[in-house]
Each structure stands twice: as C-alpha cells, then as structure tokens.
C-alpha cells in the first residue's frame, strides 16, 4: 500500500507539473486544446490569470515533491495528507464550477492516494 500510495503521489505530482507548465507558459496554445469550450477569443486576454492559476499548481507539486525527502514517517504522511488534500478540494471545487471533468483527472487520484496513506 506504502509503495502504491507514493507512486501515486508522484503522478499527482507529474499532472500538476504539467498543470503548471501549459497554464503559465503555453496557455494560448495547450490550454485551447484542452479547455475546447473557453471562447477562443479569452485566451490572450487571461493569460495572466492562468499564469497565476499555474503557479498555484507548482505550489502544490513542489509540496509533493518535498514529501520524497522528509525522512520522519510522522510527518512524512501528514504532509502528503495535506498537500493531497489541498489537490482533492482544489478538484472538488473546480468539479462544482468549472467542469465536471476536473474531478476525475484532479481530486480522484488525490482521494485514491489519501486512501492508500490511510490504510498503509
């Protein structure tokens, strides 16, 4: 469960890495890929807001990431539960008001990851 759960850390890790990267730096051309529905004509203008929007998903990777390199298993697992925990509500809260989609490819993997630390 151990090995799982931080497996699963590193690819929530990886997905807000990537979150990162095309919301501050390739916005106007990932994020119209991704975001089909956004109004193509909005791209330009919000590229400060998404830039902004990115760097909070660095914050959280980086947090993540520092979970590699805790050594005490205590405060290991808290940390993990806490920045895991900030992934599934900021998931949950864009599932609620933006896209259903978010769920699933942002929280959900927290939620399974916040699970398997539980058990493990």
């Not at 469960?1 to 390739?26: C, K, P, S, T, W």
């Not at 106007?28 to 203008?45: A, H, N, V, Y």
Request: charged letters at 10%; hydrophobic letters at 60%; a positive charge.
């Amino acid at each position: 469960m151990e090995l799982a759960a931080q497996v699963l850390i590193g690819v929530v890790a990886a997905l807000h890495l990537y979150f990162m990267y095309f919301e501050m730096f390739a916005w106007t051309t990932i994020g119209r890929r991704i975001f089909r529905g956004f109004p193509k004509e909005l791209f330009e203008p919000t590229k400060p807001l998404a830039a902004n929007q990115g760097l909070y998903n660095g914050f959280l990777a980086a947090g993540l990431i520092w979970t590699y390199f805790i050594q005490d298993p205590i405060w290991k697992v808290n940390v993990s539960l806490f920045f895991l925990g900030c992934v599934a509500v900021a998931g949950i809260y864009g599932a609620l008001t933006a896209h259903k989609k978010i769920f699933f490819v942002q929280a959900l993997p927290a939620i399974i990851a916040i699970s398997l630390l539980l058990l493990a």
